[in-house]
């Protein structure tokens, strides 16, 4: 199946920083990638929704100015948490849906990210 | 709105068993259904979907799906369950309301399969 990249699967920063999240699909070109942020124990909570070379849209109550998104290219979306805080400290995953009219979504490994 | 319901938190089964785990939608219009696995620390894996024809779909790992069309229901199937195959099971249908975007999941089923 297709592949999607998530980088760095484990992060460790200090309150305030920012960090940066790498999604790649390896295989295909991908006009829209999703961001999602999974709690302990619970589902997926879509974040974003960004196309390839537009802004992204944003879900109800998520912050954009806290979580950027760049969908700069087919193959590339980035999620940077901006002045992180304890309470951003998540498992983070990205899914990119092949082509245009592609019906299947595809995850990445996802990425947990620890503010101390 | 599109949703999702997976009724149970937790299905337990003996290694070599059959297994089902349940999924019930709620859509307008036809749906695009799937089944995704996630292990411990992991993203998540698709393991099969529905979009038009057969209402059995087979997928990944001996897994298959039944799509009801008249009891909403997208049940997840496997004839032996093997102690690998615990894990945590997402439902989840593509939203007609965006122009099938969005994926919407269920709360997810935990598998736990006992030697």
């Known amino acids: 199946g297709a592949v999607v990249s998530q980088h760095p699967s484990r992060v460790i920063c200090k309150s305030g920083t920012s960090v940066k999240i790498e999604c790649r699909s390896l295989d295909f070109q991908a006009t829209t990638m999703f961001w999602y942020r999974q709690f302990p124990k619970q589902s997926l909570m879509l974040m974003a929704t960004?196309?390839?070379?537009?802004?992204?849209?944003?879900e109800q109550g998520v912050e954009k100015d806290k979580f950027l998104i760049n969908h700069a290219s087919l193959t590339l979306s980035t999620l940077t948490v901006t002045s992180a805080h304890p309470e951003d400290s998540s498992f983070y995953i990205c899914?990119?849906?092949?082509?245009?009219?592609?019906?299947?979504?595809?995850f990445g490994e996802g990425s947990w990210l620890t503010v101390v | 709105a599109q949703s999702v319901a997976q009724p149970e938190d937790q299905v337990n089964v003996a290694e070599g068993n059959p297994l089902t785990v349940k999924c019930t939608y709620s859509?307008?219009?036809?749906?695009?259904l799937f089944w995704y696995v996630q292990y411990p620390n992991r993203g998540l894996q698709f393991l099969l979907k529905y979009i038009t024809g057969d209402n059995l779909v087979k997928g990944s790992y001996g897994f298959e799906a039944e799509f009801n069309k008249s009891q909403t229901s997208f049940h997840l199937k496997k004839p032996s369950a093997l102690v690998s195959d615990s894990a945590l099971y997402f439902c989840a249908v593509r939203d007609r309301n965006t122009g099938f975007q969005k994926l919407v999941f269920g709360t997810g089923t935990r598998l736990l399969v006992s030697p």
């Open positions: 859509v307008s219009g036809n749906p695009y």
């Open positions: 899914s990119a849906r092949m082509g245009i009219t592609g019906n299947t979504i595809y």
């Open positions: 960004s196309n390839e070379g537009s802004k992204a849209t944003y």
